[in-house]
């Protein structure tokens, strides 16, 4: 597979946010918001790597939407761990940040992948 910079931030932040995991889940004794972050924050990236072997545009489009609903959901969860004062604001930016990044390259795939399929009158 060719190097692609969403998939390479998908699993860097992957990491991250499994880090976070554990963070919270061993110094801060916080269970349910850590298996929450944790599921949507490593199914962005899992969703990603499905897009690219999706069997049409329309699968590969569908993939980028559902990487980008979780990027939404754990951008939520960061501003509440944040707000609750389970994470500080310096790593709750950093993380915010990155995940905002996603979110970004994520729309501005699924827009050109819409423009390229109605190009091509919709087929793969």
Known sequence: ???N????KSVQFAARIIKL?????KSKKEVVIS???VRCGTSIGANIYEANYGQSIADFISNLHIALK???ETEYWL???CLSEY???KMAKSMLAD???IKRLLIASINTAKTNSEMRGGQK
């Open 35 to 37: 298996k929450q972050i």
């Open 99 to 101: 995940c905002l990044e």
């Open 87 to 89: 994470i500080d604001e």
């Open 1 to 3: 597979m060719k190097e």
């Open 79 to 81: 501003r509440l761990l």
């Open 21 to 25: 995991y554990q963070y919270l889940i």
């Open 70 to 72: 979780e990027a939404a």
């Open 5 to 8: 910079i969403l998939i390479e």
